[in-house]
């Protein structure tokens, strides 16, 4: 099982542009979680969906940032226009929820950094 | 403030000696979870222990959960310095909120060798 995938691994970007940010679930999950961690912060949930439904987006800071699961398979997070407080790890994580809470698995993170 | 948090913030013990980490939350739990996560990784669940449990071990590992006193305990035995990392208790919340978890600052853990 190849596990959580993520992409890019690590971003540089200026202030202002556009940052996408990738997620491949483990097959057969069906919860899919953004996180974002910083030192200041912590890790925070972003937004999770269930069956490509958003569910919870209330972590989400602010419009500029929007989240997509087009498929069971592929989820985004996109930045637009990116701040340099928007540099953090960003996580994504996924789960096979049958209506209870189970574990979940996370990819190896997106560094962003933004200047 | 945070719905879980750990304590110490920071520990470092000597390779063979047992790890102890605590962990306060403020509101009823569905469960509770420990993670691991090592520098520059993501993280990695280590156990679940539900509300109506008090106890549960899996290999090195023992975590006690006290619902009365809103707490839990991980406490990892014969330490390895593979066992240094950051640790994380996260909590699942009620009632909808079984699949949001809520994570603490961590603790982080140093084995010397």
């Known amino acids: 099982d190849a596990g959580v995938i993520q992409s890019p691994r690590h971003e540089v970007t200026e202030m202002g542009q556009e940052v996408t940010l990738r997620c491949k679930p483990i097959s057969g999950h069906n919860s899919l979680f953004w996180y974002r961690q910083t030192m200041m912060r912590g890790l925070e949930l972003l937004i999770y969906?269930?069956?490509?439904?958003?569910?919870?987006d209330s972590g989400m800071p602010e419009d500029r940032f929007s989240a997509k699961m087009p498929n069971a398979s592929f989820s985004t997070l996109k930045i637009q226009p990116s701040e340099p407080r928007d540099s953090a790890v960003y996580f994504c994580?996924?789960?096979?929820?049958?209506?209870?809470?189970?574990?979940?698995?996370f990819g190896p993170g997106t560094r962003l950094t933004v200047t | 403030s945070q719905q879980g948090e750990e304590d110490p913030q920071a520990l470092s013990i000597q390779e063979g000696e047992n790890a102890t980490m605590n962990c306060s939350y403020k509101?009823?739990?569905?469960?509770l979870q420990w993670y691991r996560q090592n520098s520059g990784r993501g993280l990695v669940h280590l156990i679940l222990i539900r509300s109506n449990e008090r106890e549960k071990h899996s290999g090195r590992l023992r975590v006690t959960l006290d619902t009365s006193k809103k707490s839990s305990s991980l406490l990892i035995t014969a330490s390895r310095a593979a066992d240094t990392a950051s640790y994380f208790c996260a909590t699942a919340l009620l009632p909808r909120g079984a699949q949001k978890l809520v994570f603490g600052q961590g603790t982080r853990l140093t084995i010397n060798p």
């Open positions: 969906f269930n069956n490509n439904v958003p569910i919870d």
């Open positions: 994580a996924s789960s096979l929820d049958r209506g209870r809470s189970y574990e979940q698995y």
């Open positions: 509101t009823s739990i569905n469960n």
